[in-house]
């Protein structure tokens, strides 16, 4: 039996690595493939085109369009551009800003996110960031390294500063505001699988009923590729190269976090960027999580929940909130969700 790689290729910082088909044929006729560089990571989408596109014509017009997209949600939600509605807000110390419809929206969703993990997921963690630095500059989807492994009061101070209850959301006004001095909102956790969603959106709006859109390690299936079911690979945290096993997925998000993803290797100990801020040091329950949720939002929010949680406890998140996913513990056991079938990878 022919395999194949999918038409969007999952990419080395994606714990799904690589996504393989496992049925004869070359998927839909005409794709049209986007990839580019945005928010920290690389972006691609794979779209089939719609009956009356039969030349493909109107779906390569729309990968354009996914472009534009993740360019002007980058321009609002990131945290290294001086201009955009966050970098104003951590400017702003105490005083509200101004921030556009879709940001003041996003923080909705991550402070309720933050309540309802009583806080084990949450965008005020970016004072943390001063002292992991694990993030990734704009125009690159490589992460700074990790030179040194930050001192206990350095984590102390920072983790003082963190706290999504001090986020003022100003309904009437439009405005953020943040009340504890020295706090900064990072959207890292959450903004790439908004973005995945605004442009699946953008895409049914235009008739698009077959296609694949990926922020990192946050994507969005829909439909079908050439008549089959996308197949998506659950990468092995350990073992490079290797798959867990497959996931079928169809009008739904996938999403991982791993602790191999971006992480350094100090005096013999893992240090990674999925930070438990009970504690403000990297969370040692998992060695990842994968996510299966209705929207890209739900699905990165969830993988780093489940992922701080582990084991059952991670399943237990997910079935709460009508998710199944895979959990691999920090000793290796791989945990599933009851009813969530993973195919075997094969050779």
Same mark, same amino acid.
């Not at 399943?315 to 969700?337: C, E, F, I, M, P």
């Given at each position: 039996?022919?395999?194949?790689?999918?038409?969007?290729?999952?990419?080395?910082?994606?714990?799904?690595?690589?996504?393989?088909?496992?049925?004869?044929?070359?998927?839909?006729?005409?794709?049209?493939?986007?990839?580019? *560089?945005?928010?920290? @990571?690389?972006?691609?989408?794979?779209?089939?085109?719609?009956?009356?596109?039969?030349? %493909?014509?109107?779906?390569?017009?729309?990968?354009?369009?996914?472009?534009?997209?993740?360019?002007?949600?980058?321009?609002?939600?990131?945290s290294w551009r001086p201009g955009s509605d966050i970098?104003?807000?951590?400017?702003?110390?105490?005083?509200?800003?101004?921030?556009?419809?879709?940001?003041?929206? &996003?923080?909705?969703?991550?402070?309720?996110?933050?309540?309802?993990?009583?806080?084990?997921?949450?965008?005020?963690?970016?004072?943390?960031?001063?002292?992991?630095?694990?993030?990734?500059?704009? %125009?690159?989807?490589?992460?700074?390294?990790?030179?040194?492994?930050? @001192?206990?009061?350095?984590?102390?101070?920072?983790?003082?500063?963190?706290?999504?209850?001090? *986020? *003022?959301?100003?309904?009437?006004?439009?405005?953020?505001?943040?009340?504890?001095?020295?706090?900064?909102?990072?959207?890292?956790?959450?903004?790439?699988?908004?973005?995945?969603?605004?442009?699946?959106?953008?895409?049914?709006?235009?008739?698009?009923?077959?296609?694949?859109?990926?922020?990192?390690?946050?994507?969005?299936?829909?439909?079908?590729?050439?008549?089959?079911?996308?197949?998506?690979?659950?990468?092995?945290?350990?073992?490079?190269?290797?798959?867990?096993? &497959?996931?079928?997925?169809?009008?739904?998000?996938?999403?991982?976090?791993?602790?191999?993803?971006?992480?350094?290797?100090?005096?013999?100990?893992?240090?990674?960027?999925?930070?438990? &801020?009970? @504690?403000?040091?990297?969370?040692?329950?998992?060695?990842?999580?994968?996510?299966?949720?209705?929207?890209?939002?739900?699905?990165?929010?969830?993988?780093?929940w489940a992922f701080i949680a582990g084991g059952q406890? %991670?399943?237990?998140?997910?079935?709460?909130?009508?998710?199944?996913?895979?959990?691999?513990?920090?000793?290796?056991?791989?945990? @599933?969700?009851?009813?969530?079938?993973?195919?075997?990878? %094969?050779?």
């Open positions: 039996m022919k395999r194949w790689i999918l038409g969007f290729a999952l990419l080395p910082t994606t714990v799904a690595l690589p996504a393989r088909a496992a049925d004869d044929g070359p998927g839909c006729a005409h794709a049209a493939r986007l990839e580019v *560089v945005a928010m920290g @990571t690389q972006v691609r989408a794979t779209i089939c085109p719609r009956p009356s596109d039969a030349d %493909g014509s109107a779906a390569q017009t729309a990968t354009k369009t996914v472009a534009d997209e993740f360019a002007r949600l980058e321009a609002l939600w990131s970098s104003r807000v951590n400017a702003a110390q105490g005083k509200a800003a101004a921030v556009a419809p879709e940001t003041l929206a &996003l923080l909705r969703t991550a402070l309720l996110a933050s309540k309802q993990s009583a806080g084990l997921f949450d965008v005020t963690f970016a004072p943390l960031g001063e002292v992991w630095q694990f993030d990734t500059p704009p %125009g690159s989807h490589e992460p700074t390294r990790l030179r040194r492994v930050p @001192t206990k009061p350095e984590v102390a101070a920072r983790l003082a500063r963190v706290g999504w209850r001090h *986020v *003022v959301v100003g309904e009437k006004s439009g405005t953020l505001q943040l009340a504890r001095p020295g706090m900064a909102l990072n959207l890292g956790g959450i903004g790439k699988g908004a973005a995945v969603d605004a442009a699946v959106a953008l895409l049914r709006r235009q008739g698009f009923i077959d296609f694949a859109v990926q922020a990192g390690g946050d994507l969005y299936c829909a439909g079908h590729n050439g008549g089959r079911p996308w197949r998506v690979g659950i990468a092995h945290p350990r073992d490079k190269g290797k798959l867990l096993g &497959l996931v079928l997925v169809r009008d739904a998000a996938f999403s991982t976090s791993g602790d191999y993803e971006r992480f350094a290797i100090i005096d013999g100990v893992r240090y990674h960027h999925i930070l438990d &801020l009970r @504690t403000g040091w990297p969370a040692t329950a998992s060695q990842s999580a994968t996510v299966l949720a209705k929207s890209a939002t739900d699905a990165e929010i969830l993988t780093k406890s %991670g399943l237990d998140v997910l079935a709460g909130r009508g998710a199944k996913g895979v959990v691999v513990d920090s000793a290796g056991k791989v945990w @599933t969700s009851n009813g969530l079938q993973v195919l075997p990878a %094969g050779p």
